[in-house]
């Protein structure tokens, strides 16, 4: 079996967000079971910089064939949406396939490569990535110049394609309006469960670092400092607990920085009673981010839009229990597990489920046991692979009808 990936942005531009890793993993884990899988995607790392990796030869990462093209749009503006040498290699290669993956939304290789699978025959399956989402659409970035790129572009992509595949039902359900009917399944983003675990050698070493005790509750958050993640809750959050407690909060805010101007309005936004509380650390290597799951006591993600980050299911394997918004797409099945604390996306919301952590710590314990449980149960690769695998082999076997399958 012969797959072509399509995506704007993969290892190791872990920079560019959530989308690279995921794919990522799931390539090598497709490459492992015997999946000839090659790779087209961009030089875009992500915060306005360019990875340094060998253009238009094959890099072999994990088995996984690697092509990365120059983006380019308009004079010099680099953007992972376009890249001249990447249409080309479409064009020239793609026959040579049996199937096509395209992962992500609203990007002129989606297009160009369902034209051309469309014209050999090709069969394609989608992975939304979120991107599909109302919210996704509606609620972030420039609408109107969204709806004019799916009017004249993406309908005639996501038309074509033979299969949907949603990280999760929430997912599917906000994304209904963009599939056309069409056939679709259910696969969430994997990680290595094994490991993600918690140690506690590391986790009492970087809490001395940082001189946090035993009663300390730390909160942490991992990903792209941005308007949309609504960090800005939390903090304001902090402002008012921590400063009628003598119990201390403390929040971790890992990440590389895509918006300059919210990451000044969240400094601007710590009263001098909690400067010391609000930690910033830059982007941490992903090997090491598991050290600091380890330390923390609560993930937060109160995000206004949100698919299945990658963040939050590392967080969970690593047994930390969640304080979520339910404009995370898979926030009924945190509630459902109860890996978690579901909060509207404003800040009496988020300040009420605070202030019960600190009036009963020992929820923390009982929630954190869940996330790991939940962890198991549906972020494991292994999992994950079986599942999109079982989907290609029907894709290629015709077997597909308009039903959907879970």
């Not at 009982?366 to 996330?371: I, Y």
Request: charged share 25%; net charge positive.
């Amino acid at each position: 079996m012969k797959v072509l990936h399509i995506v704007p942005w993969y290892e190791p531009a872990w920079s560019a967000g959530g989308t690279a890793t995921a794919v990522s993993i799931l390539c090598r884990s497709l490459a492992k079971q015997g999946v000839d899988i090659t790779v087209y995607t961009t030089d875009d790392a992500g915060q306005d910089k360019r990875l340094k990796i060998p253009l238009v030869q094959p890099v072999v990462l994990g088995k996984v064939k690697v092509f990365y093209f120059k983006c380019k749009f308009i004079g010099n503006y680099k953007s992972a949406f376009y890249s001249r040498g990447l249409s080309r290699a479409l064009k020239e290669n793609i026959k040579n396939f049996d199937l096509v993956h395209i992962s992500g939304a609203r990007h002129w290789h989606g297009y160009k490569a369902v034209k051309l699978a469309h014209k050999h025959k090709i069969p394609v399956m989608f992975t939304a990535h979120g991107s599909l989402m109302n919210s996704s659409i509606l609620e972030i970035g420039n609408i109107w110049l969204k709806k004019l790129y799916i009017s004249f572009f993406d309908k005639r992509v996501l038309k074509k394609v033979s299969a949907f595949h949603f990280l999760c039902e929430g997912e599917r359900e906000a994304s209904v309006n963009s599939t056309f009917n069409k056939p679709s399944f259910i696969a969430s983003n994997g990680i290595d469960i094994h490991y993600f675990r918690r140690d506690k050698n590391t986790r009492f070493h970087l809490r001395k670092k940082y001189n946090l005790d035993d009663k300390s509750i730390a909160l942490i958050y991992t990903g792209r400092i941005h308007p949309v993640k609504n960090l800005h809750l939390i903090i304001e959050a902090l402002n008012k607990i921590n400063s009628n407690s003598n119990e201390k909060i403390y929040f971790f805010i890992v990440g590389a920085v895509s918006d300059i101007s919210y990451l000044e309005f969240l400094n601007n936004l710590i009263s001098k009673k909690i400067k010391e509380n609000i930690i910033f650390i830059k982007s941490v290597p992903p090997k090491k981010i598991v050290e600091w799951y380890t330390m923390a006591d609560l993930f937060v993600m109160p995000s206004k839009v949100e698919g299945v980050s990658m963040s939050l299911i590392e967080a969970m394997s690593s047994s930390l229990p969640c304080l979520v918004s339910d404009r995370v797409a898979n926030f009924r099945e945190i509630q459902k597990d109860k890996a978690g604390m579901i909060v509207k996306p404003n800040l009496e919301s988020v300040t009420a489920a605070l202030k019960k952590i600190l009036k009963n710590k020992s929820l923390l314990k009982k929630l954190s046991e869940n996330a790991r449980r939940t962890a198991e149960k549906r972020y494991d690769k292994e999992i994950t692979v079986k599942k999109i695998l079982k989907e290609y082999e029907k894709i290629l076997r015709n077997e597909r009808n308009t039903k959907n399958i879970k």
